[in-house]
């Protein structure tokens, strides 16, 4: 394994924020998105309805059977998303502490490797190392994977936080946890919102292979097209899991420029 | 230890399916890097086409994989063709922000006086910028490269080369004393990769930054 240079800690953090702060959009650019995602769902209904719909595919393309596999979708990526935030934030938090500076840096390097392992092997090794299958497994896998994005991100917005305004708030008096709670997360949140977001996008799209655990959601649908040789319902499956990715993404990008702390 | 032995009597197999893992996810690297440099070169300079540019490769990166793949299906088949293009998509992103972000970093009192001693805009970028933005640049490859290592174990849905189809094969023997060695191996094969993609790396990194900014 490579040494972690300080160079790789200071890099990458940079980039991140640059990306996402200063990204003012006008009311045309947020209007580009839903209207590329509609007309590609109208593109799509338009579509399947010209076709003649044999038995299995008329099985698998009706309403209840894709609004019910979405709403599967939704629910796996909003639970693991709380779940995902609510073990890294805090672990972040305690993780750039001051006790932990010696192994911060391999931290960091062996974190960004484990982001390597495939999620399907996640998911996979779950369902056949202890046979757990289901919607809580698949919510496991999901959390496991989309933790560490979230808890690199954290660390990276809480050590950016220049240092001489933490020094001025223990000089004004503050107490260490006043400090951490008035200055270094408020102005963490930017990138913390990044990680939010990015957990969201990580989850929406593993969130497709857990129909191979038996945990429902839009690959359901895909497979089916799969298994039965069918394009059509195969197309309709990547489309709508494509959309949602994207539809859930821009929200997020919405949330993520409202909640961002004025003067930031 | 049953695995290792599983190990060792797959060894082929195991260096086989590496070769293939490491030789798709390298061929999508290097087009994702050409491509994602000069998409950033091209934009650097104007919001709008910065913008854009992050716009649209940041949401190739937040269409799920799997539904990329089939989606490449109809149009490119089975095999390694959707593979290679879907993880060119995916690796975008980071290296045109990086290469973005790194050559907007490039002091302008440089560029200036390397205008000043008579270098035209072309060697300017060649033998200025793009140099000095090189460490971010490579930064960018590598995290693309670790992305892409993962999503390539679900190229095997689409007949892709590579570990994932030990992952998969695991997978359809649920059940079975060989399942659990098959996922391991296939998972234990991607870290390894990942671990020599980032001591590659590393040495590329030190090879190629220019010796002033080292």
Redesign the interface.
């Given at each position: 394994?490579?040494?972690p240079t300080s160079?790789?800690t200071t890099?990458?953090p940079?980039?991140t924020e640059?990306?996402h702060a200063g990204?003012r959009?006008s009311l045309a650019?947020y209007l580009?998105?839903p209207g590329v995602l509609a007309l590609a769902c109208l593109v799509l209904y338009v579509y399947v309805s010209q076709q003649e719909l044999d038995s299995i595919e008329a099985r698998s393309l009706n309403a209840a059977t894709l609004t019910g596999a979405l709403w599967e979708h939704v629910q796996l990526t909003a639970v693991s998303t709380v779940l995902t935030l609510l073990i890294a934030v805090p672990l972040g938090i305690v993780f750039t502490r001051p006790f932990t500076r010696p192994i911060r840096s391999y931290l960091i390097t062996l974190l960004?490797?484990g982001?390597?392992?495939?999620?399907?092997?996640v998911l996979?090794?779950l369902?056949?190392?202890f046979?757990f299958l289901g919607f809580w497994a698949a919510i496991v896998g999901l959390v496991l994977y989309a933790i560490i994005p979230v808890l690199l991100n954290t660390m990276v917005g809480l050590e950016q936080v220049d240092k001489a305004v933490l020094e001025a708030g223990r000089g004004m008096g503050m107490a260490r946890f006043t400090v951490l709670r008035r200055l270094e997360l408020p102005l963490a949140v930017p990138v913390i919102l990044a990680g939010v977001r990015t957990a969201l996008?990580i989850n929406?799209?593993?969130a497709?292979?857990v129909t191979?655990i038996n945990a429902g959601g839009l690959?359901d649908v895909?497979v089916a097209?799969?298994s039965t040789n069918r394009?059509t319902i195969?197309?309709v499956?990547?489309?709508l899991?494509?959309v949602l990715?994207?539809l859930i993404?821009y929200l997020a990008g919405i949330a993520e420029d409202l909640l961002r702390p004025r003067g930031l | 230890m049953d695995f290792v032995d599983f190990l060792v009597r797959r060894s082929d197999d195991m260096l086989e399916l590496g070769l293939g893992h490491a030789g798709v996810v390298g061929l999508s690297v290097l087009l994702a890097t050409v491509l994602g440099v000069s998409l950033g070169v091209a934009s650097y300079q104007r919001e709008r086409a910065r913008?854009a540019v992050?716009?649209v490769t940041?949401?190739f990166?937040?269409?799920?994989?799997?539904?990329?793949f089939?989606?490449l299906?109809?149009p490119l088949g089975l095999g390694t063709a959707p593979v290679v293009v879907a993880l060119t998509m995916y690796g975008l992103m980071p290296v045109v922000?990086?290469t973005i972000?790194g050559l907007?970093?490039v002091d302008p009192a440089v560029v200036e006086s390397a205008q000043g001693m008579g270098l035209s805009r072309r060697q300017r970028l060649l033998r200025i910028e793009l140099p000095l933005a090189w460490?971010?640049i490579i930064?960018?490859v590598r995290?693309s490269t670790?992305?892409l290592?993962?999503?390539?174990?679900?190229g095997a849905?689409v007949n892709g080369p590579g570990?994932?189809e030990l992952?998969?094969t695991?997978?359809a023997r649920?059940?079975t004393p060989v399942?659990?060695d098959l996922?391991?191996a296939?998972?234990l094969g991607?870290?390894v990769?990942?671990?020599l993609f980032?001591?590659l790396?590393?040495a590329v990194r030190r090879l190629t930054t220019s010796e002033g900014i080292r």
């Open positions: 394994m490579s040494a160079d790789d890099t990458q940079a980039v640059e990306y990204h959009r650019g580009v998105m960004t490797l982001q390597a392992v495939p999620t399907i092997a996979v090794l369902a056949v190392v046979l996008v929406v799209g593993t497709t292979l191979y690959g895909i097209g799969l394009v195969q197309i499956g990547a489309a899991t494509a990715a994207l993404d | 913008e992050l716009a940041g949401a990166l937040t269409i799920p994989s799997f539904a990329l089939i989606l299906l109809g922000r990086n972000t907007r970093e460490p971010v930064t960018g995290v670790l992305v290592l993962g999503i390539a174990a679900i849905i570990y994932g992952i998969f695991g997978l649920v059940g399942a659990v996922v391991l296939g998972t991607v870290i990769l990942a671990v980032d001591l790396f590393y």
